[in-house]
């Protein structure tokens, strides 16, 4: 099939090129140059494993290319929508200019029979207000939320673990979501779930599946704090829970926790919206949620001054991880730069090391001292702080190693990603986030 997707960021990019990597004839298409530019040249403008091997073999093969003219969009059976909803600058809410720009802009290159997918995380009723604008032209508006994994984003689009369609009801409706099983059709063959819903309920499946995760995390980090000062241990919590299938283990790892582009300005987006709708108290928790997480970045520096006797004036810290996750280069509402930038503001000597994200750290946050080199990056430290779970740092990091390397012995543990009694054992003061 001949495909568009509009908007050619971290989703619109990786959708391209999954889309294309399975058989579909796609054209990316964004207002940016500078990033067409680098897509046509097969260079991904930031980083994602997996993602480099598909773009350039789409490209090779003639299946992908991109655009900086909407016109090129003419003749495709499926639009993608795919531009970011940033948090607005004055609020919480979602900030609906591009996508509403982008729906414009595709508008006079629509043809009767055509399908636009939404995939960009929406306020609620956003899809019913764009159809006015879209039926006019024939085409008809579906909502085909994205549930991708950074770092694992590639996957996650060729190989999903389910496929949610919202489309209007009646014969267009349905005839809509036959054409997105034709689009998914290698996920469909082998089984994935394919639900089909009303357009509403599409877009709060999205908004509701990153509420429920920042809560999930958000209360195992609410239990940190109350073994914080009962002696307890938050990870054998943890575990001791998870073992009930109804709760789960997966994201009830206490730490500094969630940050990235989308679940902060998403559960904010959603108490904005559910104020706008009149239920403001139906998800007033999410508030809570959100202090809870902010609560952790604080407790972590906090612990860093407590390990190094109460005063960082002049210490070196070293901090272990810039991008919000491992697996990334993404920096937007990084914890571990935000510990870093706190640590600096308390007058420490800030050095930080990643694998993927020290130049985009180093554009927003010159004042930081950063090293790509993980031993060197150690080197001369007076404590260690772990905040993104890279395998560099989590994993392959020997204790008996890094005691050769750094000046002090203390190390917080933001992730509680660490062997605590392997960093004892070589002589560190191993400080966790909700552990004795």
Known sequence: MKLSVV??????AVHAAAMASIGHDVVGIDVDERKIESLSAGRAPFFEPGLAEILTEGIESGRLRFSTDMAD??????HFIGVGTPQVKDG?????????AAVDALLPHLSPGDVVAGKSTVPVGTAAALAERVDPTGA????????LREGWAVQDTIDPDRLVAGVPEGPEGLRAAQVLRDVYHPSVAKGTPFLVMDRATAELVKVSANAFLATKISFINAMAEIAEVTGADVTQLADAIGYDDRIGRKFLGAGIGFGGGCLPKDIRAFSARAEELGRGESV????????????????????????????????NVTVLGAAFKPHSDDIRDSPALDVAVRLHGLGANVTVTDPAAINNARRVHPQLTYVEDRDLALTGADAVILVTEWDEYRRELDPTHASTLAAGRVVVDGRNGLDAAAWRAAGWTYLGMGRP
């Open 73 to 78: 969009a003419a003749g495709a059976q499926v």
């Open 140 to 147: 008809t508006l579906v909502w085909n939320p994205e549930f």
């Open 284 to 315: 007033a928790f999410l508030r809570e949620v959100d202090e809870i997480n902010l609560r952790r970045r604080e407790r972590a520096v906090q612990l860093v001054v407590e390990g190094l006797g109460g005063q960082v004036f002049e210490k």
């Open 92 to 100: 919480y809410a979602a900030d609906m200019t591009y996508v509403n």
């Open 7 to 12: 908007g050619c960021g971290y989703l619109g």
